[in-house]
């Protein structure tokens, strides 16, 4: 066998530092994990919604500083410049958060556009990183009929494009107008009992990850384009 040449002329050598755990932060934050959660229906008596509620319950109990964004009156994406009151609310409760649940109901096969619409007001950046990235996710679909995963597997793909860390577990409740009460209280059941094993998962990913995001989604790629360079390609107007 011959000796493998070792040397790397594409690389800019002082960005490309060795990966070591002395790296990661030692010194964890103090606060309570922040973990904002959005829904995907405007209903007056809406499953999405109903699931995020009870599931911010949960988070308190766990030890979460929860925030719910209410989409309503959210305007569609490319209707207002980003001056909104809701769009500015969305946005800044995106900052905020370590951690975001997602939950929609299946529409026609996939996500609700009202869940869609509110990651479309995300801008790709700002400045030159995305304001979601290395946030953990974890997401939750509701269905009239039987269980399906076809809006639990379209959030994936966009919490990934989203730079997001989104948990293994995931939540899919079938018929979910046999699983609320009048008051609109989740009953016992397995789905409640997957729901607590979600949220649990994602606190647990959430203080393992939020003080090292920074480092975990620092790409070499980005590190030796220019950040105006980085800024006019992830924030482009004309797609």
């Not at 980003?82 to 609310?89: L, Q």
């Not at 989203?162 to 009953?187: C, H, W, Y």
């Amino acid at each position: 066998m011959t000796a493998l040449d070792l040397t790397l002329p594409n690389i800019v050598q002082d960005q490309l530092p060795i990966s070591t755990s002395e790296l990661f932060s030692t010194t964890p934050s103090g606060h309570k994990p922040r973990i904002l959660l959005l829904y995907g229906s405007l209903r007056d008596r809406s499953y999405s919604r109903l699931v995020v509620e009870e599931s911010a319950r949960l988070l308190i109990k766990m030890g979460a500083d929860v925030q719910i964004f209410d989409p309503k009156d959210l305007p569609q994406p490319d209707t207002d410049d980003g001056s909104h009151p809701k769009v500015k609310e969305l946005r800044e409760l995106m900052m905020w958060s370590e951690g975001q649940v997602w939950c929609s109901p299946e529409r026609h096969g996939a996500m609700t556009g009202i869940l869609k619409s509110q990651i479309d007001w995300v801008p790709l950046s700002i400045g030159s990183v995305r304001p979601t990235q290395g946030k953990t996710l974890a997401v939750m679909q509701v269905s009239g009929g039987s269980q399906s995963f076809n809006a639990v597997n379209q959030m994936r793909i966009l919490g990934r494009w989203m730079r997001m860390v989104t948990i293994p577990n995931q939540s899919s409740v079938a018929k979910a107008f046999l699983e609320f009460d009048e008051e609109g209280r989740m009953k016992p059941s397995p789905y409640y009992n997957r729901i607590v094993d979600v949220l649990e998962e994602l606190m647990k990913f959430t203080l393992l990850l939020r003080d090292n995001k920074d480092y975990l989604v620092d790409r070499y790629s980005e590190r030796v384009e220019s950040a105006e360079q980085l800024s006019q390609r992830v924030n482009q107007t004309s797609i």
